[in-house]
């Protein structure tokens, strides 16, 4: 059984003027020690996944389908199975730390105070707790960065600790949400180098919300990509990054500019869907060089495909070469050259930190 079962999530917000659901039929499995991403435009979904896995949506959300964590349904859980779930079998890590600490607060009272109220760590142990999560994260001096405050750190840093501090209930699953966005290649580069260590030594399942279809091409073991609140394509992360068999997600890959490629730069056209955006077919259609009148009326369905994945686009069967004909821009047949894969960076370069 996986450790993440998603299966037909849908999530609608009634009354904010929303003309199609935030989610639509969302099916999505991560499993033990395997790393999944989860890429697509701003709006299409990924954050509100994630966070539908810890039940964080408003209260006035109707939501159907299912959300399993090791065969628990979460959606299910009463309100003391949730803390629970909370606390110690899934931790989040937001784009921005700086939103999950207080400002007036010293780091250690946002480390320790989780570990005694939360985890039920004892006073008395919670500091050198403290200490030993800051060193597993690769931050030096971790006893002079507890004494200080959140704007004395750089964003790496406080990254790092909030890294500490979703790992401190050692979670089944971690779910890394834009986690390293915001950074300097060189930080990101150490941040993903911490998540991967710990991944594997913990057996993490981590889920990996990003932008960069490259990047996460390079360091998931599947993929899927979102569109307008579904599922457009699951694919293995060489398999979709060498002939992307739908045109949204051929599209990302042929707007993405890699060093050394003289390859012109496709942008995809149009606009991204808002919720006011109703979709009586595909929802890509208006967008996709290769529509047909048909695909104004198709609801999207996930079809498998040789090699295992699946996509939901009635041109599923056309290969990359056609694609590039009909206008798309495809993926070169390998992954990018200019950017090594992090999860070949070595354990030793977590240790690396910016002071």
Not at 7 to 30: M, N, Q, Y
Not at 286 to 293: F, G, K, Q
Request: with cysteine; proline share 7%; glycine share 10%.
């Amino acid at each position: 059984m996986e450790l993440l079962d998603i299966e037909g999530l849908t999530v609608e917000l009634p009354g904010a003027g929303a003309a199609r659901p935030v989610l639509d039929a969302v099916t999505l499995r991560v499993g033990r020690g395997e790393v999944v991403g989860l890429v697509g435009e701003s709006g299409s979904g990924k954050s509100t996944t994630a966070k539908a896995v810890l039940r964080m949506l408003p209260g006035d959300a109707r939501v159907s389908g299912r959300v399993g964590v090791d065969a628990t349904d979460v959606l299910t859980l009463d309100a003391g199975a949730l803390r629970e779930l909370r606390a110690r079998r899934v931790a989040m890590v937001h784009q921005d730390p700086r939103s999950s600490l207080n400002p007036v607060r010293r780091i250690g009272d946002f480390l320790t105070e989780r570990l005694i109220h939360t985890l039920g760590v004892p006073k008395t142990t919670a500091r050198e707790q403290a200490l030993r999560l800051l060193e597993a994260v690769g931050i030096v001096r971790p006893a002079e960065r507890l004494r200080q405050f959140p704007h004395e750190l750089s964003g790496g840093m406080l990254q790092r600790v909030v890294i500490a501090a979703a790992l401190a209930g050692d979670p089944e699953l971690l779910l890394a949400d834009e986690a390293t966005s915001a950074l300097d290649v060189t930080t990101q580069a150490e941040i993903l180098a911490i998540l991967r260590e710990h991944q594997t030594t913990r057996g993490l399942g981590l889920l990996f919300i990003t932008h960069d279809l490259h990047l996460a091409a390079a360091y998931c073991d599947r993929v899927y990509v979102m569109y307008a609140g579904r599922v457009v394509e699951e694919r293995g992360a060489e398999q979709l990054f060498g002939d992307p068999r739908h045109p949204y997600t051929a599209g990302l890959l042929g707007c993405t500019p890699e060093l050394g490629d003289p390859r012109p730069i496709r942008p995809v056209p149009g606009r991204p869907p808002s919720l006011d955006d109703a979709f009586p077919g595909c929802p890509f259609a208006a967008r996709c060089p290769l529509v047909e009148a048909e695909c104004e009326t198709w609801r999207p369905v996930a079809l498998e495909i040789e090699g295992g994945g699946s996509v939901a686009c009635r041109r599923a069967d056309l290969g990359a070469a056609s694609r590039a004909d009909s206008g798309t821009a495809s993926a070169s047949s390998s992954r990018p050259s200019s950017r090594p894969s992090p999860s070949s960076s070595s354990s030793s370069s977590s240790r690396k930190v910016l002071t």
